[in-house]
């Protein structure tokens, strides 16, 4: 297949090939051809390419055949991506849009200083990976006793915090803008929003489902897995659960395919079996 016709199909993929070094002017060359080219591996290449472009496409334990310095690369180039290019287009448009108000639209002041918490979160977690996280899963190598624990709960909380806030932005700017403002800046600001926060979500699920089982027991459950698990088997649907715990629906959705995975367990039955087992729930109510 030729490149060229992947990325027309597809032009949120523009920034993913980005990052593997591949820039567009692609001309008539095969998604092969260029992988080659630019020393790709055309395997993990076409895997990261259909993860990010289908959300119920994620073959886990095809990723984690793959060397760990493949992933732990590709999510560096997606940091710096965020770094270099995404925030910084966010910042620019989010600045002109309020600057056109006249400082005068007080909703919009408030969404610039959303933006600029989850900068900072983003940043931060960002920084952590540079200089901590990424250099100690690469340092520990193949010592398996050794790679557990190894990233904190609080990390996995920034994760869904990253998401919420962009979750936050993009409703706040559907449902709650008020006052006078650019209608085609608002729009330039909304999309740019919503490219990053679904590239975050992708980007999430790679951390969270690949490299998170490299480093923990696969059995454990984080406490936020403990607390969902507790409401599925209380029979809170979905959509419940994320009201109950602030959380959007696809947060729910990716702890629920968390939980399936690290307990090999798919059915309410046997979840409850395992809840009440490990003394997550007392009884059935």
Not at 21 to 27: E, P
């Amino acid at each position: 297949m030729r490149m060229s016709e992947v990325v027309s199909e597809h032009l949120s993929l523009i920034p993913v090939i980005n990052r593997f070094g591949i820039r567009l002017g692609v001309g008539d060359e095969t998604v092969m051809a260029l992988c080659e080219a630019n020393d790709i591996d055309t395997d993990f290449f076409l895997t990261i390419v259909n993860t990010f472009i289908n959300e119920d496409y994620f073959p886990e334990k095809k990723l984690q055949n793959f060397h760990l310095t493949q992933i732990i690369d590709y999510l560096k180039q997606t940091n710096r991506y965020y770094l270099q290019y995404q925030l910084p287009n966010i910042d620019r448009h989010l600045q002109i849009f309020i600057h056109t108000s006249g400082g005068s639209n007080a909703s919009l002041q408030l969404l610039g200083n959303i933006f600029a918490s989850f900068r900072e979160k983003l940043c931060g977690r960002i920084q952590t990976d540079e200089k901590e996280w990424f250099p100690q899963l690469l340092s520990l190598g193949e010592k398996e006793q050794n790679r557990r624990n190894t990233r904190s709960k609080r990390s996995v909380d920034t994760d869904e915090s990253i998401e919420a806030m962009m979750d936050d932005m993009r409703n706040i700017i559907i449902k709650h803008l008020t006052g006078v403002y650019d209608e085609n800046l608002c729009y330039a600001v909304l999309f740019a929003i919503d490219a990053l926060g679904r590239d975050i979500r992708q980007h999430n699920r790679i951390r969270n489902r690949i490299l998170l089982p490299m480093v923990d027991d696969n059995s454990h459950l984080s406490n936020r897995e403990k607390e969902v698990l507790r409401l599925i088997v209380s029979g809170y649907t979905n959509k419940e659960i994320a009201a109950r715990l602030f959380v959007s629906l696809n947060t729910i959705l990716t702890h629920r395919k968390n939980i399936t995975a690290k307990l090999g367990i798919k059915t309410i039955p046997g979840l409850t079996f395992y809840a009440i087992t490990h003394k997550i729930i007392t009884e059935i109510k």
